[in-house]
């Protein structure tokens, strides 16, 4: 039994159909995607070996010789569709272990002895809760037509879906609770570099107002040290000393002519007493 050589790990669907083998030879656990599997007419009177497929929904055994062993595919849970027509199970006994899958939708024992026991079909839908199709038909006798099978195939992929919508949907809130955490923080970073800004503005003014203060003050100094020095041209000692010489002048004239006035009234009076 040789198998493809492309990456076992994205392998979804595996025909390995008239590929003689007793035994399960060349699967591995590395075919963790397959979904769908068909062994029919290989010549299998086992399941030993089988390896653990999580993702395998179809599995096709029919017309091998297999007896027993279905427990071996417990580590395929999500099994849904299994065909073992065609082979050699007897009895109840041999089905017990598929009671544990609950995901088991379509199971087909075609030309199996176990199908000749009385109340066969009640029997095993009474084992296998899940069951919807015995053989093709329900548990009123119904058939399924392709449609229904489809119908449910589809279900089942759109549960897979949404599970996996579900996943990213998670993933896509988490990023943007980040992202608005994110712009927020920028915001508040932007915020913050803005009320440094203002402040180094406020601190220009204050020293631009102070400068224009000091530079008042200088200015203001400097007129009045310009105002000192024109009164201290305008008022210099020499003037002040003319000052004093003219004043003095004019108290030696007054005191000359005080006298010369006295003179003339003694004069005056000398006349008189001599008219007398």
């Known amino acids: 039994m040789k198998l493809p050589l492309q990456p076992r790990a994205k392998i979804k669907e595996l025909n390995l ?16 995607n397959l979904e769908a599997l068909s062994l029919i007419n290989v010549g299998l009177t086992s399941l030993k070996g089988f390896p653990k497929l999580p993702s395998l929904k179809k599995l096709e ?17 999500k099994l849904t569709h299994l065909n073992l027509s065609g ?9 017990e272990p598929l009671k544990d899958f609950a995901t088991l ?37 119904k058939e399924a037509d392709d449609s229904s099978v489809e ?20 993933e896509d809130a988490s990023e943007g609770v980040l992202g608005e955490e994110e712009e927020d923080s920028d915001d508040d970073e932007d915020d913050d570099d803005d009320d440094d800004d203002d402040d180094e503005g406020d601190d ?27 009164e201290e041209e305008d008022f210099e000692p020499g003037d002040e000393d003319e000052e004093d010489e003219d004043e003095e002048d004019d108290d030696e004239e007054g005191e000359q002519q005080q006298g010369v006035k006295r003179k003339r009234e ?5 006349d008189e007493d001599e008219d007398d």
Do not use: H, W
């Not at 055994?61 to 849970?77: H, K």
């Not at 082979?87 to 089905?95: F, S």
């Open 266 to 270: 003694d004069a005056d009076l000398g």
């Open 17 to 32: 159909d008239n590929c003689r083998s007793m035994m399960i030879e060349g699967l591995t656990d590395e075919f963790t």
């Open 151 to 170: 119908d449910e195939d589809e279900d089942d992929e759109d549960e897979d879906e949404d599970g996996e919508n579900d996943d990213l949907d998670g």
């Open 204 to 230: 220009d003014d204050d020293e631009g107002e102070e400068d224009d203060d000091v530079e008042g003050e200088e200015e203001d100094d400097a007129e009045s040290g310009s105002e000192d020095e024109e």
């Open 87 to 95: 082979n050699k199970i007897k009895d109840l006994e041999t089905l």
């Open 61 to 77: 055994l029919s017309d091998n010789r297999i007896q027993g062993g279905l427990n071996l595919l417990s580590g395929s849970g």
């Open 105 to 141: 939708k379509n199971l087909d024992l075609f030309n199996c002895e176990v199908t000749q026991m009385e109340n066969y079909r009640e029997n095993v839908f009474n084992l296998i809760p899940s069951l919807k199709y015995l053989d093709g038909y329900d548990r009123a006798d």
